[in-house]
């Protein structure tokens, strides 16, 4: 195991505040352990690579969650739940980062 430290970008950050905000809003979106997981970017501290393999994972799982029913994806008036959990995760940038920092470590 790999003692790396990674560092999430401000964009991620930014994107686990607002989630928090929906969140705490429309009181829905995202576990505790997602909660977590915004704190830690929300403040932009480090993580580990076990970090990475974790939000690497939940991006596959619920990367289907953009075609919801109920609500809407991407919306600050009605935001789904999956979309306010995965702005929990930070979002989009998240995604890409985590995607880019996984190929990095698999070299």
């Given at each position: 195991?790999?003692?790396?430290?990674?560092?999430?970008?401000?964009?991620?950050?930014?994107?686990?505040?607002?989630?928090?905000?929906?969140?705490?809003?429309?009181?829905?979106?995202?576990?505790?352990?997602?909660?977590?997981?915004?704190?830690?970017?929300?403040?932009?501290?480090?993580?580990?690579?076990a970090?990475?393999?974790?939000?690497?994972?939940?991006?596959?799982?619920?990367?289907?969650?953009?075609?919801?029913?109920?609500?809407?994806?991407?919306?600050?008036?009605?935001?789904?739940?999956?979309?306010?959990?995965?702005?929990?995760?930070?979002?989009?940038?998240?995604?890409?980062?985590?995607?880019?920092?996984?190929k990095?470590?698999?070299?």
């Amino acid at each position: 195991m790999s003692h790396n430290n990674f560092h999430p970008t401000e964009a991620m950050a930014s994107a686990a505040r607002h989630g928090l905000r929906l969140r705490e809003k429309f009181n829905r979106g995202g576990t505790e352990v997602g909660v977590k997981r915004a704190h830690q970017l929300a403040d932009r501290k480090a993580l580990s690579e076990a970090d990475l393999k974790s939000m690497h994972s939940f991006f596959a799982r619920h990367e289907t969650d953009k075609s919801t029913k109920t609500h809407e994806w991407g919306s600050d008036t009605d935001p789904s739940a999956g979309y306010i959990a995965w702005l929990l995760w930070g979002g989009d940038a998240a995604q890409s980062w985590v995607e880019r920092q996984m190929k990095a470590l698999d070299d």
